[in-house]
């Protein structure tokens, strides 16, 4: 036996080493699962996972990481995908170009078509390329989606597959930015699992590059401090620029802008708030927008904690030449202040709470107030549920029955009014795996509606006993066909 060099182990030598080649069938088994959730779909363990994925990655040259592998059973399983892969690109801090998505399309044959229909219209959402891979009758790639700045790493990943790249189809990613820290890149009426109009999200940014102050009101559940920080994170392009900020009935002006605090020595001494250090930095890097969030801006005194600071952050008076002196100065450094053009303000205010402060006129004139309002009823509101797998007959049941409660709030003009009714987000999330779509509507009944119609009524049981039993009426759920297709009704 001839001896090897230390070239010769690591590919130098004269005879070039190559990898041995996959074989794709055995490849592809990897995708096989080993199990069923209660949702239908084949489970992958993590090592199957890798074993298809790690392959894939080293052929490509592509961390393990970038790559996403979900099942598909029907094309009703797509949005609930879309969803998890986003939340896992997030997780892992991946750009979206970066970002692989693989989906195992394990249900019958005639599925395929409609899955690929979908993502003809959505598969810009998922990633900077899309594979969806077949299980039936064979194991096959059943089409492949990329945009323009990931054509060479499409164009291997449809080598290595087998694929013809000439029948991939090139999408455009929506945010080219780095997003990702932000759930709601893309047109979606959905924003971070809370229901949100493109409409209304247009309307909110362009109210806040106008007054540069927003506040985003109404009742309980329609999202407000979902989409007040999914805002400022969109608005900020960096969550270091946000400062997030909630206020209650003990925050002060000394909390906020600047006040007296003793030192470690035993002596008072002026240390600056959260706000004015945040725009000291604001100001520094003036090319940047910094914004600040405030939940739930009227459980504190307002005015006390703005004090002085309320005139400034009007649009028109961010500028050295409207800089005040503040209540409380160091006397070895005094100052001025005034807000920088790059701070925004995003704040949130619930209608509903009795115990809350009044927003005086001085601070609503500084501020657009822009209302979130239920959405029971809407085709978007249906068709987010059933990209949430929640059956088409339960989201018909709920947007009827609250719209039949929300009209009973907003007529009890004595007691409640429209500031009253209950949002669309006690229902955005997902339905557990070890619950029955019944038992998840129950329970949200049971332990968030019930708890508030009893306050909102609690010198009227006759009331609060009417409108529980019409929500605890028994379903009438039409279950669904894998293709969406209605059988019979049960009870």
């Known amino acids: 036996m001839n001896e090897q060099t230390e070239a010769d182990l690591v590919g130098g030598g004269n005879e070039a080493v190559t990898e041995p080649k996959i074989n794709l069938r055995d490849l592809y088994e990897n995708l096989g699962g080993s199990g069923t959730s209660d949702s239908g779909r084949n489970q992958l363990t993590d090592?199957?996972?890798?074993?298809?994925?790690?392959?894939?990655?080293?052929?490509?040259?592509?961390?393990?990481?970038?790559?996403?592998?979900?099942?598909?059973?029907?094309?009703?399983?797509?949005?609930?995908?879309?969803?998890?892969?986003?939340?896992?690109r997030v997780r892992s801090d991946v750009e979206m170009l970066d970002w692989v998505f693989v989906g195992r399309c394990t249900g019958e044959t005639e599925t395929y078509s409609k899955i690929l229909s979908y993502m003809d219209r959505n598969a810009y959402i998922l990633g900077g390329i899309s594979v969806f891979i077949g299980a039936k009758p064979d194991w096959r790639v059943i089409g492949v989606y990329f945009d323009k700045d990931q054509r060479k790493t499409a164009q291997g990943i449809c080598e290595f597959l087998d694929y013809d790249f000439s029948k991939a189809k090139e999408v455009k990613v929506r945010d080219r930015r780095n997003l990702t820290k932000n759930l709601s890149d893309y047109d979606d009426p959905v924003?971070?699992?809370?229901?949100?109009?493109?409409?209304?999200?247009r309307t909110i940014r362009s109210e806040l590059m106008r007054k540069k102050c927003i506040c985003l009101q109404g009742p309980p559940g329609t999202g407000k401090t979902v989409v007040g920080k999914s805002i400022s994170n969109e608005t900020a392009l960096d969550q270091s620029r946000v400062l997030n900020l909630q206020f209650h009935q003990a925050y002060s002006y000394e909390d906020f802008v600047v006040g007296w605090r003793p030192s470690s020595e035993g002596n008072l001494r002026v240390l600056e708030g959260a706000f004015l250090k945040f725009c000291d930095i604001a100001r520094e890097n003036q090319g940047d927008p910094y914004v600040v969030f405030i939940d739930e801006i009227n459980r504190a005194n307002v005015s006390q904690v703005f004090g002085e600071?309320?005139?400034?952050?009007?649009?028109?008076?961010?500028?050295?030449?409207?800089?005040?002196?503040?209540?409380?100065?160091?006397?070895?450094?005094?100052r001025t202040f005034f807000v920088p053009k790059n701070v925004f303000v995003v704040a949130t205010m619930n209608t509903a709470d009795r115990s809350l402060s009044i927003i005086d006129y001085a601070l609503r004139r500084r501020f657009s107030f822009i209302d979130l309002e239920p959405a029971y009823g809407t085709a978007e509101f249906h068709e987010f549920l059933s990209r949430n797998c929640v059956p088409s007959g339960l989201i018909d049941e709920v947007s009827e029955r609250f719209l039949n409660l929300n009209r009973v709030i907003t007529e009890d003009t004595r007691a409640l009014g429209p500031g009253f009714e209950l949002g669309h987000s006690y229902f955005c999330g997902f339905i557990p795996k070890d619950q029955s779509p019944e038992d998840w509507y129950s329970n949200i009944v049971k332990h968030e509606i019930e708890p508030l119609l009893r306050d909102y009524w609690m010198d009227d049981e006759e009331r609060?006993?009417?409108?529980?039993?019409?929500?605890?009426?028994?379903?009438?759920?039409?279950?669904?066909?894998?293709?969406?297709?209605?059988?019979d009704p049960q009870v």
């Open 309 to 334: 600071v309320l005139s400034l952050i009007e649009a028109t008076k961010r500028d050295g030449e409207f800089a005040v002196s503040l209540a409380y100065t160091d006397p070895e450094n005094e």
């Open 191 to 201: 924003a971070d699992g809370v229901f949100l109009l493109e409409k209304t999200r």
């Open 464 to 487: 609060v006993t009417e409108q529980l039993a019409l929500l605890k009426e028994p379903l009438v759920i039409v279950p669904e066909s894998p293709l969406g297709e209605e059988s």
């Open 47 to 88: 090592s199957q996972r890798d074993a298809f994925a790690g392959p894939l990655a080293k052929a490509v040259g592509i961390p393990r990481n970038h790559i996403s592998i979900r099942a598909l059973n029907d094309d009703k399983q797509t949005g609930r995908a879309a969803s998890e892969t986003i939340a896992e």
